[in-house]
């Protein structure tokens, strides 16, 4: 159960959180009819972008032979190295 719970998190780290923001920063830029074009150009074009990263991250995921719990040990490394 723990490794379906790891690998739960893992996708949640680095696919769901870069969708969410990804549709999320598109709607907005869609949906601001009072805005100048290019301000709602630059919500939509950062949106695909964070989608094109969570696609990509989706395939690294599911053509990786390294184990959930090693590149979630991975993660957490960069993240600690990362605050320091």
């Keep these: 159960m723990s490794k379906l719970l790891e690998g739960i998190e893992l996708w949640l780290r ?3 959180g ?3 923001v990804g549709v999320w920063l598109c709607a907005e830029g869609a ?3 009072g805005w100048w074009l ?7 074009l950062l949106g695909m972008a964070a989608l094109w990263h969570s696609a990509k991250e989706a395939w690294k995921l599911l053509r ?7 590149q979630l040990d991975r993660l957490e490394a960069e ?3 990362d605050q320091n």
């Excluded at 290019?38 to 939509?44: D, G, I, N």
């Design 14 to 16: 680095k696919v769901v």
């Design 64 to 70: 990786s032979k390294e184990s959930t719990k090693a």
């Design 38 to 44: 290019p301000f709602r150009l630059v919500p939509v």
């Design 31 to 33: 949906a601001e009819e």
């Design 79 to 81: 993240a600690g190295r």
């Design 18 to 20: 870069p969708l969410l």
